[in-house]
Antibody
């Protein structure tokens, strides 16, 4: 059974960097048939896909264009986990952040983390 | 970005009713739609993937459909445990996008 366990601070100051980590059990971050995604949810934006990383002989990543200059999704094979970094945050980045496994090359999200509520406030 | 317009935004129905939720895509996305159910305080749960396929463990009363750029999730006989918010998601192109959600209440 795949499980995703998220961790990260709940409060981030404006202009700083938001970091959330997703630890994987029951699968490998280096699996060549899935991708590892970050999705956030807020009342104003609904569910919003942020980006993903995946391994197909080498590492790839894709990002939402609106965030591309501020976001990094990275895998850590030594810890079997992946992370989200979002730089220069503003209060508009306040949201529940979810990690999720994308099956069949990332097309559908079959396992999700429990969610991390991140508030951007001074 | 592909916009997914979901309707209705909320719905109240009785146990045993047939319920249909619709998503309209802003462009041709073939059948590349998934459906999720979310309960308060929880992550979304995958119900239907690739337009029509039922995720293992999901009751067979959940059925996905498609016609052109219109996609449907039908619950053939509503049960009390089906309360929650339902979302469609397209995977034809990046960025993956979701509908705004349909909040389902059981009378």
């Amino acid at each position: 059974q795949v499980q995703l366990q998220q961790s990260g601070p709940g409060l981030v100051k404006p202009s700083q960097t938001l970091s959330v980590t997703c630890a994987i059990s029951g699968d490998s971050v280096s699996s060549t048939s899935v991708a590892w995604n970050w999705i956030r949810q807020s009342p104003s934006r609904g569910l919003e896909w942020l980006g993903r990383t995946y391994y197909r002989s080498k590492w790839y990543d894709d990002y939402a264009v609106s965030l591309k200059s501020r976001i990094t999704v990275r895998a850590d094979t030594s810890k079997n986990q992946f992370s989200l970094q979002l730089r220069s945050v503003t209060p508009e980045d306040t949201a529940m952040y979810f990690c999720a496994r994308g099956r069949d090359g990332s097309n559908w999200f079959d396992y999700w983390g429990q969610g991390s509520l991140v508030t951007v406030s001074s | 970005d592909t916009q997914m317009t979901q309707s209705p935004s909320s719905l109240s129905a009785s146990v045993g009713d047939r319920v249909t939720i619709t998503c309209q895509a802003s462009q041709d996305i073939s059948r590349y739609v998934n459906w999720y159910q979310q309960k308060p305080g929880k992550a979304p749960k995958l119900l239907i993937y690739d337009g029509f396929d039922l995720e293992p463990g999901v009751p067979s009363r959940f059925i996905g459909g498609a016609s052109g750029t219109d996609f449907t999730l039908t619950i053939t006989s509503l049960q009390a445990e089906d309360i929650g918010t339902y979302y469609c998601q397209q995977f034809d192109n990046l960025p993956y996008t979701f509908g705004q959600g349909t909040k389902l209440e059981v009378k």
